[in-house]
């Protein structure tokens, strides 16, 4: 049974930096794309950034420049390093993985991330 395990967030000014990670389990497999995803209470989850098994990424136009994904395959980690956070940067964060051959797709509990001075 796969599971994804998020740590990390919390209350940070603005401005200030945070490091999410997530560490999945569960399978022999590894995860072709792994990433984030962030919802706010009335409004869909969106996506934060992905990152390819190969190392390619994929950054919403609100993390560009600011925030940086990366991944460890051999450990099935992701992490998201966060930067000059914003009160808007405020949400709860899932960590996302598919898995690879399968496609499969597996989603974290989520962890909050709170900008606020």
């Known amino acids: 049974q796969v599971q994804l395990v998020e740590s990390g967030g919390g209350l940070v000014q603005p401005g200030e930096p945070l490091r999410l990670s997530c560490a999945a389990s569960?399978?022999?497999?590894?995860?072709?794309?792994m990433g984030w995803y962030r919802q706010v209470p009335g409004k869909q989850r969106e996506l934060v950034a992905t990152?390819?098994?190969?190392?390619?990424?994929n950054y919403a136009d609100s993390a560009k420049g600011r925030f940086t994904i990366s991944r460890e395959n051999a450990k099935n980690k992701v992490y998201l390093q966060m930067s000059s956070l914003k009160p808007e940067d405020t949400a709860v964060y899932y960590c996302?993985?598919?898995?690879?051959?399968?496609?499969?797709?597996?989603w974290g509990r989520g962890t909050q991330v709170t900008v606020s001075s």
């Open positions: 990152m390819s098994r190969d190392g390619s990424s």
């Open positions: 996302y993985a598919r898995k690879i051959f399968t496609s499969a797709v597996y």
């Open positions: 569960g399978t022999a497999l590894g995860f072709d794309v």
